[in-house]
């Protein structure tokens, strides 16, 4: 990927959430008390590089900061240390016409279809609010666009006229998608997009990403906490704990040889359909809080191979194999 | 199978007087479950597998009602008891665990007031043998330390605790069957693991049966001993976890298995079931499945019988499939 420029990179990102101290406790410390600024490593110097045409997953459990990262990456938050690149141009940087156009270029699929979309406007009005406003079509072209959107995603014209709530919810899903692909995306975050939905559903939509991805040439950022549906759709994947990446690298590696010990926990817990009983050999403790993060590596409390260094010293990402980082000092024992 | 099933349903019928009309929820449902076996209980939302375990727990509201059937625990048939005999039973000998417990665990009161509650609204014992009780099912699904969390209020567990805490309040009174419903749909990936492991561990030593109702065949293809598939209110194929996944014969089981994207090679178009599930009040006549299937003829206009496939193995369909299902793993 380093001869290519990506189409979207992030660069040492962090987010951070929090209060810092208020006047009256700033006031007592100057007498002698300890308050000091509290904040949560939501993400914590993140690196993410995603190619053109390329689906990467991010994987993760509750409270590790991926669906942050999302956000992050698709400009509804701001970082508050590193940089956002679009094509290898810093964000930040761009004229105010052009950071609109990468807002526009980069879109987002949420999990709940029904929280976002307005309840009070029409299937037809819902797709076509954003290309109105951005003067993409005009107004007498509107039916004509919502159709052949509608086409795209697999709804009947006739549903042009209803309202969210008279969707069911993979139609919902597709209405989501329809809006984000309206103002014409290179790039789709979708945050759990299919995690809502039944199976006989879910196959689906994840067919229509699959498909619109061939036919739009899309770049998908996949956040999931299901590895069956990453395994299936992305070319890489993306480990987080606890706010760091802990390991990345292409389906085939991380599913093949899996280095980290989260992973491998994750991969033997990852429910697949099989004909023998399983006896589970569950990893042991629960994920920790974010507001006191364990030192060093944040997996070494739950860890089976931990050592004495992972409580005390943060291990980097590293090359394990071709296109495949891994953060675990276990990999400096080799 | 010369024992009494722990726990046997037969011909569950339950309807709900609608202004529409009378909309039958569960038709014809059937099963047993004996000592110690785990039965997964798949659906997709709307299907019934949650409304069976509330007609076998008589938490129906109405206008919701058991219609007919039988529902067997041990061998007594809980329609015929009176609605106390019901209540003494519920929550002693058959218990319910739910996908979100906060509905099971009060937030005002400490964990082991409301252990104790459950202890005492059965049995006559001291406070003593009662706590003694608790922190024994506390330590049983795993919860470190079960003296101090005694104390400790709902809100100070993280989901997986109170998952747990809800599983030992269903195990107190040692229940011959515990349904649980989504327990784990909420739950991390490494903490669902856990309390499958917990759960597989409990029935092994206590003999206790557990349905467990869950729209994750993956989740319970490893941890069941029997799965039954429901569409529509109707059981369409139960056995075997190995037989049924191995050899699905239901055109909707064969979909199922075959649409969950583990089951497929990775960037291969999953199969899809066409259409969607249909509401239960138009329920088209004859198979419910009929307008998805592939195998539909006009003889599923007429409503299929249950037959069997192997032995313990039944399917209720036509045209069912005879050979096993490939997986691309």
Same mark, same amino acid.
């Given at each position: 990927?380093?001869?290519?420029?990506?189409?979207?990179?992030?660069?040492?990102?962090?987010?951070?959430?929090?209060?810092?101290?208020?006047?009256?406790?700033?006031?007592?410390?100057?007498?002698?008390?300890?308050?000091?600024?509290?904040?949560?490593?939501?993400?914590?110097?993140?690196?993410?590089?995603?190619?053109?045409?390329?689906?990467?997953?991010?994987?993760?459990?509750?409270?590790?900061?991926?669906?942050?990262?999302?956000?992050?990456?698709?400009?509804?938050?701001?970082?508050?240390?590193?940089?956002?690149?679009?094509?290898?141009?810093?964000?930040?940087?761009?004229?105010?016409?052009?950071?609109?156009?990468?807002?526009?270029?980069?879109?987002?699929?949420?999990?709940?279809?029904?929280?976002?979309?307005?309840?009070?406007?029409?299937?037809?009005?819902?797709?076509?609010?954003?290309?109105?406003?951005?003067?993409?079509?005009?107004?007498?072209?509107?039916?004509?666009?919502?159709?052949?959107?509608?086409?795209?995603?697999?709804?009947?014209?006739?549903?042009?006229?209803?309202?969210?709530?008279?969707?069911?919810?993979?139609?919902?899903?597709?209405?989501?998608?329809?809006? /984000? &692909? +309206?103002?014409?995306?290179?790039?789709?975050?979708?945050?759990?997009? $299919? !995690?809502?939905?039944?199976? @006989?559903?879910?196959?689906?939509?994840?067919?229509?990403?699959?498909?619109?991805?061939?036919?739009?040439?899309?770049?998908?950022?996949?956040?999931?906490?299901?590895?069956?549906?990453?395994?299936?759709?992305?070319?890489?994947?993306?480990?987080?704990?606890?706010?760091?990446?802990?390991?990345?690298?292409?389906?085939?590696?991380?599913?093949?040889?899996?280095?980290?010990?989260?992973?491998?926990?994750?991969?033997?817990?990852?429910?697949?359909?099989?004909?023998?009983?399983?006896?589970?050999?569950?990893?042991?403790?629960?994920?920790?809080?974010?507001?006191?993060?364990?030192?060093?590596?944040?997996?070494?409390?739950?860890?089976?191979? /931990? &050592? +004495?260094?992972?409580?005390?010293?943060?291990?980097?990402?590293?090359? $394990? !194999?071709?296109?495949?980082? @891994?953060?675990?000092?276990?990999?400096?024992?080799? | 199978?010369?024992?009494?099933?722990?726990?046997?349903?037969?011909?569950?019928?339950?309807?709900?007087?609608?202004?529409?009309?009378?909309?039958?929820?569960?038709?014809?449902?059937?099963?047993?479950?004996?000592?110690?076996?785990?039965?997964?209980?798949?659906?997709?939302?709307?299907?019934?597998?949650?409304?069976?375990?509330?007609?076998?727990?008589?938490?129906?509201?109405?206008?919701?009602?058991?219609?007919?059937?039988?529902?067997?625990?041990?061998?007594?048939?809980?329609?015929?008891?009176?609605?106390?005999?019901?209540?003494?039973?519920?929550?002693?000998?058959?218990?319910?665990?739910?996908?979100?417990?906060?509905?099971?665990?009060?937030?005002?009161?400490?964990?082991?007031?409301?252990?104790?509650?459950?202890?005492?609204?059965?049995?006559?014992?001291?406070?003593?043998?009662?706590?003694?009780?608790?922190?024994?099912?506390?330590?049983?699904?795993?919860?470190?330390?079960?003296?101090?969390?005694?104390?400790?209020?709902?809100?100070?567990?993280?989901?997986?605790?109170?998952?747990?805490?809800?599983?030992?309040?269903?195990?107190?009174?040692?229940?011959?069957?515990?349904?649980?419903?989504?327990?784990?749909?909420?739950?991390?990936?490494?903490?669902?693991?856990?309390?499958?492991?917990?759960?597989?561990?409990?029935?092994?030593?206590?003999?206790?049966?557990?349905?467990?109702?869950?729209?994750?065949?993956?989740?319970?293809?490893?941890?069941?001993?029997?799965?039954?598939?429901?569409?529509?209110?109707?059981?369409?194929?139960?056995?075997?976890?190995?037989?049924?996944?191995?050899?699905?014969?239901?055109?909707?089981?064969?979909?199922?298995?075959?649409?969950?994207?583990?089951?497929?090679?990775?960037?291969?178009?999953?199969?899809?079931?066409?259409?969607?599930?249909?509401?239960?009040?138009?329920?088209?006549?004859?198979?419910?499945?009929?307008?998805?299937?592939?195998?539909?003829?006009?003889?599923?206009?007429?409503?299929?019988?249950?037959?069997?496939?192997?032995?313990?193995?039944?399917?209720?369909?036509?045209?069912?499939?005879?050979?096993?299902?490939?997986?691309?793993?």
């Amino acid at each position: 990927m380093s001869e290519q420029k990506p189409l979207l990179a992030l660069d040492g990102i962090t987010k951070r959430f929090g209060q810092s101290v208020d006047p009256l406790h700033r006031l007592l410390n100057k007498l002698g008390a300890k308050h000091q600024d509290q904040y949560v490593y939501a993400v914590n110097d993140v690196s993410l590089s995603v190619a053109s045409k390329e689906v990467v997953g991010l994987v993760g459990e509750s409270g590790c900061g991926k669906s942050t990262l999302g956000r992050l990456a698709v400009g509804l938050l701001e970082p508050d240390a590193g940089k956002r690149f679009w094509r290898g141009q810093a964000v930040a940087e761009m004229s105010p016409t052009e950071q609109r156009r990468v807002r526009l270029a980069v879109q987002m699929i949420f999990q709940d279809p029904y929280a976002s979309l307005n309840p009070r406007m029409r299937a037809v009005d819902i797709v076509t609010e954003a290309p109105l406003q951005h003067q993409l079509i005009s107004a007498r072209d509107k039916k004509e666009f919502a159709i052949s959107l509608f086409a795209k995603v697999g709804l009947a014209p006739e549903m042009m006229e209803r309202f969210a709530h008279q969707f069911s919810g993979g139609q919902r899903s597709r209405l989501g998608i329809a809006r /984000a &692909l +309206a103002v014409n995306p290179e790039f789709l975050v979708c945050d759990e997009a $299919v !995690a809502a939905l039944d199976v @006989s559903i879910q196959a689906q939509v994840l067919n229509l990403f699959m498909q619109l991805r061939a036919d739009l040439d899309l770049t998908y950022l996949f956040i999931s906490h299901d590895l069956g549906v990453v395994r299936h759709l992305a070319d890489r994947v993306v480990i987080m704990y606890l706010g760091r990446i802990v390991e990345e690298g292409t389906g085939a590696e991380i599913f093949g040889h899996a280095n980290h010990p989260y992973t491998k926990a994750l991969l033997s817990e990852m429910p697949v359909i099989r004909l023998e009983r399983k006896t589970y050999h569950p990893v042991a403790g629960e994920i920790p809080s974010p507001m006191h993060p364990p030192t060093g590596c944040h997996f070494h409390p739950r860890c089976p191979q /931990a &050592l +004495a260094r992972c409580a005390s010293e943060v291990p980097l990402l590293r090359e $394990v !194999a071709s296109g495949h980082r @891994s953060a675990c000092h276990l990999n400096d024992m080799q | 199978m010369t024992t009494t099933a722990q726990l046997k349903v037969e011909h569950l019928v339950t309807e709900f007087a609608t202004r529409e009309g009378v909309v039958r929820a569960l038709d014809d449902v059937s099963f047993e479950l004996h000592a110690g076996q785990i039965m997964g209980l798949v659906g997709e939302s709307g299907s019934g597998k949650s409304l069976t375990g509330f007609s076998i727990m008589g938490l129906l509201d109405p206008p919701g009602r058991v219609a007919a059937g039988r529902i067997m625990i041990k061998g007594q048939d809980i329609r015929s008891m009176t609605p106390e005999q019901v209540r003494q039973m519920r929550g002693n000998r058959m218990a319910m665990i739910f996908q979100d417990p906060m509905m099971t665990l009060n937030p005002v009161m400490k964990i082991s007031a409301q252990m104790i509650e459950a202890i005492e609204a059965h049995r006559r014992v001291s406070k003593a043998v009662a706590l003694d009780e608790c922190r024994a099912a506390l330590a049983m699904v795993g919860i470190p330390s079960p003296d101090e969390r005694l104390n400790a209020y709902p809100h100070q567990f993280s989901g997986g605790m109170r998952q747990r805490v809800a599983i030992a309040i269903a195990l107190l009174n040692k229940p011959d069957v515990i349904i649980a419903d989504e327990p784990t749909t909420a739950l991390d990936v490494t903490i669902q693991g856990q309390i499958l492991a917990e759960v597989q561990k409990i029935c092994r030593q206590t003999g206790t049966s557990v349905i467990w109702i869950t729209h994750d065949l993956s989740v319970v293809s490893g941890l069941a001993d029997h799965i039954s598939v429901m569409y529509a209110g109707r059981i369409v194929e139960q056995g075997a976890s190995a037989e049924v996944l191995g050899n699905p014969s239901h055109p909707y089981t064969r979909g199922l298995i075959r649409s969950v994207p583990a089951a497929n090679a990775p960037n291969q178009p999953l199969y899809q079931i066409p259409g969607m599930t249909p509401a239960l009040s138009q329920l088209p006549a004859g198979c419910a499945f009929r307008p998805r299937c592939e195998k539909s003829t006009a003889a599923c206009l007429d409503s299929p019988l249950v037959v069997p496939v192997s032995t313990g193995h039944t399917v209720r369909c036509f045209h069912p499939f005879r050979e096993p299902l490939e997986l691309s793993q």
